[in-house]
């Protein structure tokens, strides 16, 4: 079993930076991809980014150039380093792990509001 839970979170200003991070309980090596979503009120989830074990990765077009994932498999943890924030990045983000023939692991979500 695998649990998943956020940090980072929070209110920043417009061009601001925050950083998130995802960290593991369990079985971190199996998650071969994970990465991160994001919901806005009134809004489906959208895919932000990914990353696999081997170190394939992978950009939702809104925040290339803005974003960067990571993974530290000795902290067991995934990071999304967010840069150059804007209003319309505001969303709750989710971390998700994914495991061959698994369900899918979920954090529970922390709060982005960018804001002057």
């Known amino acids: 079993q695998v649990q998943l839970v956020e940090s980072g979170g929070g209110l920043v200003q417009p061009g601001g930076s925050l950083r998130l991070s995802c960290t593991a309980s369990?079985?971190?090596?199996?998650?071969?991809?994970m990465g991160w979503y994001r919901q806005a009120p009134g809004n489906g989830r959208e895919l932000v980014a990914t990353?696999?074990?081997?170190?394939?990765?992978n950009y939702a077009d809104s925040v290339k150039g803005r974003f960067t994932i990571s993974r530290d498999n000795a902290k067991n943890t995934v990071y999304l380093q967010m840069n150059s924030l804007k209003p319309e990045d505001t969303a709750v983000y989710y971390c998700?792990?994914?495991?061959?023939?698994?369900?899918?692991?979920w954090g529970q979500g922390t709060q982005v509001t960018v804001s002057s």
């Open positions: 998700y792990g994914d495991r061959p023939f698994k369900p899918r692991y």
């Open positions: 369990g079985s971190f090596s199996s998650l071969n991809i």
């Open positions: 990353i696999t074990t081997s170190g394939m990765i």
